[in-house]
């Protein structure tokens, strides 16, 4: 269980195990600052000197960083890019990630920054060690450096006329040495359309201990004496604990309650018995409730000055050919991950250590210093690869949770949390209301576009078609509900109604929605992918009830066609294409399985998924009750990549999610003449 040997390693004896080789470390101009403490200055991750990779006597590379791997392939596609710069197979790459005993500190893994900036990062880190490896051969061997190259993980200098071929590798260079080299913004990297194994379809790294069950994730650990906890849970949102009777409890053999004010938990010998522990408390609550779905949109709507941009998007629409005002609403989804939050917690010599699955590992490791007032050495947080997390594990209430029981009973504790608590206590992706206001003049140009956005968020609210007066603002609302981030998040909501609105003008100007889209968009790489989606999807030719929709956020660029039915009172999906491009494309089959995951993901979301909820009650808090896709709801998805080499690699697990509802609501109106103005649009 590699999960379970990390543990005993600190930084010093990890490399004492690794023996000698390249440290690299890595040095910016904010030393200062990050010296200081401060991680919140705009990096992702401290800018002091620290460890990034080692190379060791083996031969292999060990890599350290502090992004997460929750399904998204980020450890294939960052070995990919380690293995790129230093010339090395990838088999010799070892990812050492998201231990924050061991690894630099890192913002966590979200907003699709992985590639675009660790990656970037770490082949830095690479390069700089491939060309110190090649000045190390030149020195010892006191020839040209000109003369050598790295390949294949070893310093070549090749045979020529009046020499014969000399060659080291990487492990016989650095015996009996560490070299520290420092990585500088001036490092020199290859060029795309030069990559070997970056851009190529590596398989994923250890997939087969996950499709064999070898692999554990945290709700498959087991620490030696461990017990199994669970939580007493209030019956609606906002309820304190009056009385509690847990006499019943007590007796049972192997039981163990923790009270510690509202806090109240037990610990046994399995999960079975935890649970019969916790349903064999009287329990008394008072106060709580809330809001209900009624009314939300109510409650979500800001009062708002228009101000001077106002009264110009007044001007404009007054002259205008053509305008429009809608109102669009997007309810509360759940992430709905195949793994619950789990934890795991065990105290050892005034230092705790605990595994759970988040994508903010040093966010978390600060949650739990600040839970028992620790100081940051006395926390570690493992994060194991993790069973998805699409936003929904930014932070540690179970890795909380079972470090309260492991102290209280002074024995490792794991608490993996039910799909019920996972519906109830989790966050969710945010409700919102869009109001839109826009206008074209007679030769379908748009003229005027006021777009105000509540509660999702600003991203990707601009809109990425020409318009010469607009006011495009994002606005908070009190949620009634705990909301977080969420694959795409504000992304989707945003692009809904944007997309939308520019359907209901291709419908008033009497245009195809493609023509009008290209009409009045001179972004080269959205065209590209409008473009790429129409083609393959056969749009000046198609038959039946299609919708087209395009968007951009994160760096990636994407466009969706759709073909519906209407069957029986509801909408079923026929086929989808996708264009997408993300820059330089890295890992071709695991880009597309991207892509075509948050187009799934995004089904959901556009005809299904919506939280229930009344006097602070989660009404549909299992998957009987919340309707997520099924494999009959998916039909075939045709990927088209733009690979462009000559662009930066960005990130690609968000935006593929954020055309595919406009899509579907753009074939919805073509099929009944009546646009959607709400999701789910299914239901």
């Known amino acids: 269980m590699k999960a379970l040997e990390a543990r005993v390693f600190d930084r010093r004896h990890f490399f004492k195990l690794l023996g000698g080789g390249l440290l690299v470390a890595f040095l910016t101009p904010q030393l200062t600052a990050q010296q200081r403490g401060n991680r919140r200055g705009g990096s992702p ?8 990779l080692h190379i060791g006597e083996d031969g292999v590379v060990q890599v350290f960083t502090g992004k997460t791997e929750v399904g998204q392939n980020i450890r294939t596609s960052l070995a990919q ?31 699709s920054r992985s590639t675009p900036d660790m990656a970037l990062h770490l082949r830095k880190v690479a390069a700089t060690a491939r060309e110190e490896l090649i000045d190390l051969a030149a020195k010892e061997w006191d020839v040209d450096r000109g003369d050598l190259s790295a390949a294949e993980g070893s310093v070549i200098r090749p045979k020529a006329e009046t ?15 560490k070299l520290a080299a420092t990585v500088t913004s001036d490092t020199k990297l290859k060029p795309a359309s030069e990559w070997k194994i970056a851009g190529t379809s590596v398989p994923k790294i250890n997939g ?32 304190k604990l009056k009385s509690l009777d847990d006499t019943k409890a007590k007796a049972m053999e192997g039981v163990s309650v923790v009270k510690d004010g509202d806090f109240v938990g037990v610990t046994a010998p399995n999960p079975s018995l935890a649970q019969q522990a916790i349903d064999a408390m009287a329990v008394e609550w ?80 600060d949650e739990l210093a600040k839970a028992f007032s620790l100081p940051p050495e006395k926390v570690r947080v493992i994060v194991p690869d993790t069973g998805s997390g699409y936003g929904g594990k930014h932070s540690g209430e179970a890795a909380v949770e079972a470090a309260r029981l492991a102290k209280a009973v002074e024995r490792p504790v794991k608490v993996s949390w039910s799909r019920e608590e996972e519906f109830w206590w989790a966050y969710f992706r945010p409700a919102a209301v869009i109001e839109v206001r826009a206008a074209i003049d007679k030769e379908a140009k748009l003229t005027a576009w006021e777009f105000h956005s509540h509660n ?84 000046k030719d198609r038959k039946g009830h299609c919708g087209i929709a395009c968007g951009i956020d994160k760096g990636g660029y994407v466009a969706n066609c759709v073909e519906v039915e209407g069957k029986d009172g509801e909408v079923k999906v026929r086929r989808i294409v996708a264009a997408f491009e993300c820059g330089a494309t890295v890992n071709p ?60 690699s960005a990130g690609a697990g968000e935006c593929p999610i954020i055309a595919i509802a406009p899509a579907i609501g753009g074939a919805i109106q073509s099929a009944t003449g009546k646009r959607p103005l709400a999701m789910p649009m299914g239901a």
């Open 45 to 52: 991750r401290p800018m002091n000197l620290g460890a990034w």
């Open 81 to 111: 890019a380690i293995a790129e710069e230093l010339h090395l197979p990838i088999e010799r790459i070892h990812m050492l990630m998201a231990d924050t005993d061991l690894v630099p500190f890192d913002m966590g893994t979200f907003g």
């Open 163 to 177: 020499r014969e071929e000399k060659r080291a590798t990487y492990a016989q260079l650095l015996k009996d040495r």
């Open 208 to 239: 087969r201990d996950f499709v064999t069950g070898k692999h554990l994730y945290t709700t498959d650990m087991s620490l030696p004496g461990m017990l199994h906890g669970k939580i007493l849970r209030a019956p609606v949102y906002g309820a």
């Open 286 to 365: 008072e106060g709580g409730g809330g809001p209900s779905n009624a009314g939300l949109w109510e409650v979500l709507k800001n009062k708002i000055d228009r101000g001077d941009e106002g009264k110009r998007i007044d001007e404009a629409l007054a002259t205008a050919a053509q305008k429009l005002e809608k109102t669009f609403n997007v309810e509360y989804i759940a992430h709905c991950p195949l793994e619950t939050r789990a934890g795991v917690a065990e105290w050892k010599d005034g230092k705790l250590t605990a595994w759970t699955g988040t994508q903010r590992p040093f966010g978390v490791k």
């Open 456 to 539: 999702p968020g600003g991203a990707a609210i601009e809109t990425p078609y020409e318009v010469p007066v607009k006011s495009v603002r994002s606005h908070g609302s009190r949620s009634p509900l705990r909301q977080g981030s969420y694959r795409g998040l504000a992304a989707a909501a945003n692009g809904f109604a944007r997309e939308s609105a520019m359907d209901e003008l291709a419908a008033l100007a009497g245009l195809d929605p493609l023509e009008f889209r290209l009409r009045n968009l001179k972004d080269e790489r959205l065209r590209a992918v409008l473009e790429a989606a129409a083609e393959k999807f056969g749009w």
């Open 589 to 648: 089959v695991h880009l597309k399985s991207q892509v075509e995951g948050s187009i799934v993901m995004g089904l959901g979301g556009a005809l299904f998924e919506a939280i229930r909820f009344a006097d602070g009650k989660i009404l549909n808090p299992t998957f009987s009750k919340y309707r997520v896709p099924r494999f009959s709801d998916v039909p075939p998805i045709e990927i088209v990549l733009l690979d462009r080499k000559d662009l930066p």
